[in-house]
């Protein structure tokens, strides 16, 4: 949501002011570093990105397989690091390079679908439930809320069809 950096300046101001969150998270290496030293400059704390970038990427596949790609991401990482953000995201970055990157970088890495190697981890809410009917090999559901809910909503309709629902107990 932005063109340049005083755009992305006002933006995140915005953003922190009527979030109440405390970072903004931009994706991208190389072509985002002004961007993201202007705004830790303007002590705007920011998150980076590398890896597959779902707001950009058409194509959903996991990153690093090429030697230039691994290249790439560990450079953008370094310039990440030296704009002055506080981590870095790696999303479907292969495992050996989410390793590298981990190891070559002082800030924290937060791995998702780029192995355990990562200082950190995380997995979208939704996803995790098994609100999602999506099927990634990163993604492990831990329940599933989504055949919960059908099944929930299912017995609802047949009661109302059935006049079972409301009851006069359920009713003024």
């Not at 290496?29 to 980076?48: D, R, W």
């Not at 707001?55 to 690091?81: H, M, P, V, W, Y």
């Amino acid at each position: 949501t932005y063109r340049n950096p005083k755009e992305a300046l006002k933006n995140a101001k915005k953003i922190i002011s009527n979030t109440k969150c405390d970072a903004v998270k931009l994706e991208g290496g190389k072509k985002i570093y002004k961007i993201v030293k202007f705004l830790t400059k303007n002590n705007i704390a920011v998150m980076g990105h590398l890896g597959l970038l779902p707001q950009t990427d058409k194509t959903f596949k996991f990153k690093g397989k090429k030697i230039a790609e691994r290249n790439k991401i560990l450079k953008d990482a370094e310039l990440l690091q030296s704009a002055g953000a506080f981590s870095i995201v790696l999303e479907c970055v292969e495992t050996s390079l989410s390793k590298m990157v981990t190891k070559k970088i002082k800030i924290p890495t937060i791995g998702i679908g780029a192995s355990n190697n990562c200082d950190g981890q995380i997995l979208v809410f939704d996803d995790l439930i098994g609100l999602n009917p999506i099927d990634f090999r990163f993604v492990k559901k831990y329940s599933n809320i989504r055949k919960e809910m059908k099944k929930a909503v299912a017995s609802y309709a047949k009661e109302v069809r059935n006049k079972k629902f409301p009851l006069k107990k359920h009713s003024y």
